[in-house]
């Protein structure tokens, strides 16, 4: 009854009081919300009542607390025959693992996403911050999942069941270091295959299994093309994935690359030391200049660039304002909030939640008379501790 964790998030605002975090207020954007205890049987009947209605459920916990509470696809699908019923755990449904919890930390760590990103804190790996990936992740696929059953029901009449994990998205993101090749093993494989065990029985330090670990077989002919450079002042990101870019990158810089020459293999042993020897000329020309400079110059000759920039810098980026992109509304408690708009834009529908999150139980109330219960009988519900919201006299 105390409402998603992410609400008293160390990202809070506003009152410490009113437990409204950064976090809750950026993803819940056009919600409403009622108040539920569902450990008491009046609870759980006003979920049943609202599955009458419904479309979609969608659900995060343990495998076994659904039925626990009276919630599972079985339940709810008996109530409602055409139900789309999806379903987020952490570990999937099957196997030893499958009744743990989990987060957003456990599968970095658990999927090596964490190992893979290389960062160490103090001796150990570094979570990556600013974004829980494999969370947002899932709630892609959450969506995917939802909108492809909906249109299965549109054209069948039937309901489902949907099932994603954390576990399931963290190793889909993962899919370019994770597709194991026997015949053609990278670098971090072989260390994997033949060498962990053994490193792990002699407890090296992790820094020291790291360094194994990012041994980088990616080949270095492409690495003066696709990378980040110092500049005089800034930094700034190439990005040419292409030889057409690359050349177009070259000529711009003058870095007189003999890899566009006819016949030149740049695979080979010569090619890779030229490769090493044009990034390390490309270093030094780069710091010689601003990051302006150097912008300008590769943008005129048609090659992909950026300086570096913070997320927060974002807020107020005009390409991003021009495109829609950052959006403003009013939050009751945090005032005006500026945060991501849609992903897409659609033509003749709108995509913009155009209120903010809601605060714990604001809509109880509403939503109740809504799907049919009067006013005594919300003011019941409320007496009883199964629902918690503030009476909307003109329900």
Same mark, same amino acid.
């Given at each position: ?12 605002v ?15 954007r056009?919600?409403r919300?009622?108040r ?6 009046? =609870?759980?009947k006003?979920?049943?009542? +609202?599955? $009458?209605? %419904? ?9 076994d !607390? *659904? ?10 699908s ?6 789309v ?21 456990i ?12 960062m ?30 909906l249109?299965?029901r549109?054209?069948?009449?039937? =309901? ?5 994990s +954390?576990? $399931?998205? %963290? ?5 370019l270091p994770?597709?194991? !090749? *026997?015949s ?5 494989s ?6 962990l ?26 690495r ?8 005089k ?19 711009a810089?003058g ?20 490769a ?16 302006a ?29 021009a ?9 009751p408690v ?11 834009k ?6 913009a ?5 809601p ?11 809504e ?25």
């Amino acid at each position: 009854p105390w409402g998603d964790p992410w609400r008293g998030s160390p990202t809070r605002v506003g009152p410490a009081e009113a437990k409204e975090s950064r976090g809750f207020i950026a993803v819940n954007r056009g919600k409403r919300s009622i108040r539920l205890d569902l450990t008491k049987p009046e =609870g759980v009947k006003v979920v049943h009542r +609202l599955v $009458s209605q %419904a479309d979609v459920v969608i659900m995060n916990h343990r495998p076994d !607390v *659904p039925v626990k509470l009276g919630i599972d696809y079985d339940t709810l699908s008996a109530i409602k025959p055409d139900l789309v019923f999806c379903e987020i755990t952490a570990f999937g449904r099957s196997g030893p693992e499958s009744a743990k919890p989990g987060y957003d930390i456990i599968m970095q760590a658990r999927t090596g996403l964490m190992a893979t990103n290389g960062m160490i804190d103090e001796g150990v790996p570094r979570v990556i911050r600013g974004t829980p990936p494999i969370d947002f992740a899932a709630g892609y696929a959450v969506c995917q999942g939802v909108l492809a059953a909906l249109f299965h029901r549109e054209r069948t009449g039937r =309901g489902q069941k949907i099932e994603t994990s +954390l576990l $399931s998205n %963290a190793l889909y993101i993962q899919t370019l270091p994770l597709t194991y !090749v *026997p015949s053609s093993p990278s670098a971090q494989s072989r260390m994997v295959i033949e060498d962990l065990p053994a490193v792990r029985e002699a407890g090296l330090p992790y820094p020291d299994v790291n360094a194994l670990y990012q041994q980088d077989d990616r080949s270095p002919a492409y690495r003066p093309y696709y990378r980040t450079f110092q500049t005089k002042d800034w930094v700034i990101a190439v990005g040419c994935l292409s030889e057409p870019l690359r050349k177009k990158m070259s000529d711009a810089m003058g870095l007189a690359d003999p890899r566009f020459e006819l016949g030149y293999d740049p695979q080979s042993e010569e090619g890779l030391e030229s490769a090493r020897q044009i990034a390390l000329k490309a270093e030094g020309m780069f710091l010689e200049q601003p990051a302006a400079y150097w912008v300008e110059l590769l943008e005129g000759a048609g090659v992909p660039v950026t300086p570096l920039k913070f997320v927060e810098e974002m807020v107020f980026d005009e390409q991003a304002i021009a495109n829609g992109m950052i959006v403003e509304h009013k939050h009751p408690v945090a005032g005006i909030v500026r945060t991501a708009g849609p992903i897409f834009k659609m033509s003749d529908s709108p995509t913009a939640a155009d209120t903010s999150s809601p605060m714990l139980g604001e809509h109880t109330s509403d939503v109740l008379s809504e799907i049919g219960y009067s006013v005594s009988e919300i003011k019941s519900l409320i007496e009883s501790g199964a629902v918690s919201g503030i009476v909307n006299p003109d329900a």
